[in-house]
């Protein structure tokens, strides 16, 4: 399974799987890290919420890693459970952070059925 720590270690790999440069990555994770934490709390605090707060499923991978899913999806135009296969996780969590990314970028039109 890759790691924050062995993305670091091999930048090849995250040039060769997520198609940006390594510096580049790991400042798009740093300023998706400060804009997290306040979309989160933003998303909690809608007026249409309908469930709990700390309702539903938590990821169980850290945002770093799901980044690289999403990119490596993106860029390699290959099967979801190829991905995982790849990355060493499960698919699920590949659909999981697609569908995360898109309704962060497209949160005003995304609704959860």
């Not at 670091?8 to 804009?35: C, N, Y």
């Not at 962060?104 to 995304?110: D, E, G, K, L």
Request: glycine share 2%; with cysteine; charged share 20%.
């Amino acid at each position: 399974m890759f790691t924050q720590q062995s993305l670091r270690d091999h930048p090849s790999l995250v040039k060769a799987f997520l198609g940006i440069e390594p510096d580049q990555v790991w400042e798009l994770i740093e300023h998706m890290t400060e804009q997290f934490a306040t979309y989160t709390h933003q998303r909690h605090q809608r007026a249409e919420r309908q469930r709990a707060v700390g309702a539903g499923r938590s990821h169980d991978l850290p945002l770093s890693i799901r980044t690289a899913l999403v990119l490596t999806y993106l860029r390699l135009h290959i099967p979801q459970a190829t991905v995982a296969a790849l990355l060493w996780v499960r698919p699920r969590a590949i659909s999981r952070a697609i569908y995360a990314a898109c309704c962060r970028s497209f949160s005003s039109n995304c609704r959860v059925p």
